[in-house]
């Protein structure tokens, strides 16, 4: 073979490989780079948005395998257009915040251990039962606001259950108040139960 056709089948090869570059990868390389300077970009005619975001999430956005640690975390501030119906307010901005600043969370764990719920409703399997078993929950949340309450179909009925206690003492105090507040047929339940640390 000559060096002509060696030129030849590399640009054949280049031709072909090219297309198939730029329609499958390069699109998504792009998207992430100019997503916000899209944004950013003033428009003649269009409000514009003030958006409040932390830093990292440009870092995110352009770079998907950079890690963020917390302490880089700062709130920067951007001015971006918004489409307008109204002609005559071309000139008129307006200003919300898109994103709340980071703020510290305390992290609990999660753990699902053996333990006690008081039921509090037990029905069929009908629709009616399904409401009244919501009705149950939603009283007992408006009186008992700080604990967990569920209406759940266990087969093969819907059942409304009050706490998640570890102790049987703990369930039973949770007893008397149902049944002082009317629940008459409410019962503890083994059961699995959710507790935060």
Same mark, same amino acid.
């Given at each position: 073979? &000559?060096?002509?056709? %060696? ?5 054949? %090869? ?22 916000? &300077? ?30 963020? %640690?917390?302490? &880089? ?10 489409? =307008? ?25 999660? @753990? ?6 008081? =039921? ?7 629709? *009616?039962? @399904?409401?009244?078993? *919501? ?25 409304? @259950? ?6 049987? *003492?703990?369930? @039973? ?23 935060? =640390?």
């Amino acid at each position: 073979m &000559d060096t002509n056709s %060696k030129k030849h089948q590399f640009s054949k %090869k280049v031709l072909w490989f090219l297309p198939f570059y730029l329609f499958t990868f390069l699109p998504f390389n792009l998207t992430a780079q100019t997503f916000l &300077d899209r944004l950013q970009k003033p428009v003649n005619g269009q409000g514009t948005v003030t958006l409040h975001q932390d830093s990292a999430i440009n870092r995110i956005v352009l770079d998907p395998q950079s890690t963020v %640690k917390p302490e &880089d975390r700062k709130p920067t501030q951007t001015t971006t257009p918004t489409r =307008q119906n109204n002609t005559a307010a071309n000139d008129s901005t307006r200003t919300t915040p898109a994103t709340t600043p980071a703020t510290t969370t305390t992290v609990r764990t999660r @753990r699902v251990i053996d333990g006690y719920k008081v =039921q509090a409703f037990a029905g069929g399997n009908s629709r *009616e039962d @399904r409401k009244k078993a *919501e009705r149950v929950a939603n009283e007992i949340r408006t009186q008992l606001p700080n604990v967990a309450v569920s209406a759940h179909f266990y087969s093969p009925r819907w059942v409304c @259950r009050v706490g998640n206690y570890r102790t049987r *003492e703990e369930a @039973r105090q949770m007893l008397s108040t149902l049944k002082g507040m009317g629940y008459s047929q409410a019962l503890i339940v083994r059961t699995k139960v959710t507790i935060y =640390q």
